[in-house]
């Protein structure tokens, strides 16, 4: 049997610099990044006394913390290296969905915030 799950990460808040408009690189906002992953979960589906067979989702934070913290243009960069940073560190993950959302962007009108989404897959 090949049982799979999705681990979502939800909302992780976290300051940041980017944007295209040099004062979004200075100024820098807050970001929202949703992860959501397809996992192998076999092994820890019947076995509970370790984090052997699944993923540590703590991972998933610490892979967004180091990649978030550099400053780049698009958030399309910054999605699709979370997306690729956790498939080559996490080898139970299958596929994986990144939610940059930016909080306040320089449109000239009152918006909430924009998004990116990525997915990408072994």
């Known amino acids: 049997m090949n049982r799979t ?5 939800a909302r992780i808040k976290l300051y940041a610099y980017h944007g295209c408009h040099p004062q979004e690189q200075v100024v820098g906002g807050d970001f929202y990044v949703t992860i959501s992953a397809k996992t192998e979960v076999e092994e820890s589906s019947w076995r509970d006394d370790c984090l052997d067979g699944t993923v540590d989702y703590s991972c998933f934070v610490s892979i967004t913390r180091r990649e978030m913290a550099i400053p ?13 940073a956790i498939l080559a560190e996490c080898p139970l993950v299958l596929k994986v969905c990144v939610t940059i959302e930016k909080e306040n962007p320089p449109l000239g009108v009152l918006c909430q915030g924009i998004s990116v989404k990525i997915e990408q897959t072994r």
């Open 72 to 84: 780049s243009n698009l958030l399309e960069h910054v999605a699709a290296r979370i997306a690729s």
């Open 5 to 9: 799950a999705e681990i979502n990460v």
